[in-house]
């Protein structure tokens, strides 16, 4: 009886393995799919300093699934870093993001906008990384001051001097770097005097209970502060509540990004929206 079970137990996991097995393969095809159909897209979402003016966006993609709709990053970035497929993805979002800096520059009320894309460590790993984000900024005309990269901590584990030295090949193009979800993974304070950075981005995880949780207010507020040390400038993600953006504000971080402002949304949302903030604040 007992060995039956366990036969049936083993069946049931092998279908289970199988099962997950099949869908991987299937999302890496449909994911090659994606990028020859052109389903990806860029959302926007607004950064602004305490004063709520904008300052720019951080764009984050989007796979327009022809019967899913709109799926979220975390539904296939990662395997898309597994298999590869990052690099052409990746290569797109920086080639989009440079497009669209381009077309803000032709408009006095975008024109100051600065726009930052997210880099995975696979994509910053790569021996002409450095060349095609100087390709893209130069085949686009646009200033690089106004282009940011997004990268995280974890792209810093391994090969510290090679990490630093590319870092300071994309900082010599003109381009801003800025670290991301800062606080959850494992840089040290030594990381930070030695990486050529413009901003820190505080990670969501401690902002959410600013307000109320003491050791979350102690964390953000030392991080505001080490970040003033260092001449880095600061920026807090998922800022939700006033309560959080008066504490942010009262400890002189510099900029903020989160649902209060506005969600990711498509850029014809995003511009729109800039028109309306910009006429109701002047
Ligand atoms: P991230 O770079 O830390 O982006 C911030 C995420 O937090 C976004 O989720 C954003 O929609 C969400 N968010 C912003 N404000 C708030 C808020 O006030 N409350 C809450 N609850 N959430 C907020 P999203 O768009 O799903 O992106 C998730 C992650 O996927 C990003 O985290 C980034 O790591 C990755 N990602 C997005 N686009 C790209 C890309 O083009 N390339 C790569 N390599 N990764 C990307
Ligand atoms: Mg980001
Ligand atoms: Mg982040
Ligand atoms: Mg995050």
């Given at each position: 009886q007992a060995k039956k079970a366990d036969r049936n137990t083993l069946r049931f996991f092998d279908h289970k393995m199988q099962d997950a097995i099949n869908a991987r393969a299937e999302l890496e095809a449909e994911l090659h799919k994606a990028l020859e159909h052109q389903q990806f897209e860029l959302h926007y979402q607004i950064q602004v300093d305490c004063a709520s003016r904008a300052l720019g966006a951080e764009a984050l993609i989007r796979w327009n699934h022809p019967t899913r709709g709109l799926v979220a990053p975390a539904q296939f970035i990662p395997l898309a870093e597994e298999t590869g497929l990052i690099l052409p993805i990746g290569l797109w979002v920086i080639e989009t993001a440079c497009a669209q800096l381009h077309a803000w520059a032709r408009d006095e009320k975008t024109r100051h906008l600065v726009l930052a894309v997210n880099i995975s460590a696979r994509q910053f790993h790569q021996s002409d990384f450095v060349a095609q984000v100087r390709a893209a900024v130069q085949r686009n005309a646009?200033?690089?001051?106004?282009f940011k990269l997004e990268l995280t901590?974890?792209?810093?584990?391994?090969d510290t001097e090679k990490t630093v030295a590319t870092m300071n090949a994309l900082k010599a193009t003109g381009v801003q770097l800025s670290l991301d979800d800062?606080?959850?993974?494992?840089?040290s304070l030594q990381y930070l005097k030695i990486l050529p950075l413009n901003q820190i981005k505080i990670d969501r995880s401690f902002v959410?209970?600013?307000?109320?949780?003491p050791n979350d207010a102690a964390i953000v507020q030392t991080i505001i502060a080490m970040a003033g040390t260092l001449g880095l400038d600061v920026i807090a993600e998922g800022v939700e509540t006033e309560a959080q953006l008066e504490f942010l504000d009262l400890r002189g971080c510099h900029a903020c990004q989160g649902y209060l402002f506005?969600?990711?949304?498509?850029i014809r949302e995003f511009e729109s929206s800039l028109g309306q903030s910009s006429s109701a604040t002047s």
């Amino acid at each position: 009886q007992a060995k039956k079970a366990d036969r049936n137990t083993l069946r049931f996991f092998d279908h289970k393995m199988q099962d997950a097995i099949n869908a991987r393969a299937e999302l890496e095809a449909e994911l090659h799919k994606a990028l020859e159909h052109q389903q990806f897209e860029l959302h926007y979402q607004i950064q602004v300093d305490c004063a709520s003016r904008a300052l720019g966006a951080e764009a984050l993609i989007r796979w327009n699934h022809p019967t899913r709709g709109l799926v979220a990053p975390a539904q296939f970035i990662p395997l898309a870093e597994e298999t590869g497929l990052i690099l052409p993805i990746g290569l797109w979002v920086i080639e989009t993001a440079c497009a669209q800096l381009h077309a803000w520059a032709r408009d006095e009320k975008t024109r100051h906008l600065v726009l930052a894309v997210n880099i995975s460590a696979r994509q910053f790993h790569q021996s002409d990384f450095v060349a095609q984000v100087r390709a893209a900024v130069q085949r686009n005309a646009i200033d690089p001051n106004l282009f940011k990269l997004e990268l995280t901590e974890s792209l810093l584990l391994d090969d510290t001097e090679k990490t630093v030295a590319t870092m300071n090949a994309l900082k010599a193009t003109g381009v801003q770097l800025s670290l991301d979800d800062f606080g959850t993974g494992y840089s040290s304070l030594q990381y930070l005097k030695i990486l050529p950075l413009n901003q820190i981005k505080i990670d969501r995880s401690f902002v959410r209970d600013i307000a109320t949780d003491p050791n979350d207010a102690a964390i953000v507020q030392t991080i505001i502060a080490m970040a003033g040390t260092l001449g880095l400038d600061v920026i807090a993600e998922g800022v939700e509540t006033e309560a959080q953006l008066e504490f942010l504000d009262l400890r002189g971080c510099h900029a903020c990004q989160g649902y209060l402002f506005g969600k990711p949304v498509s850029i014809r949302e995003f511009e729109s929206s800039l028109g309306q903030s910009s006429s109701a604040t002047s």
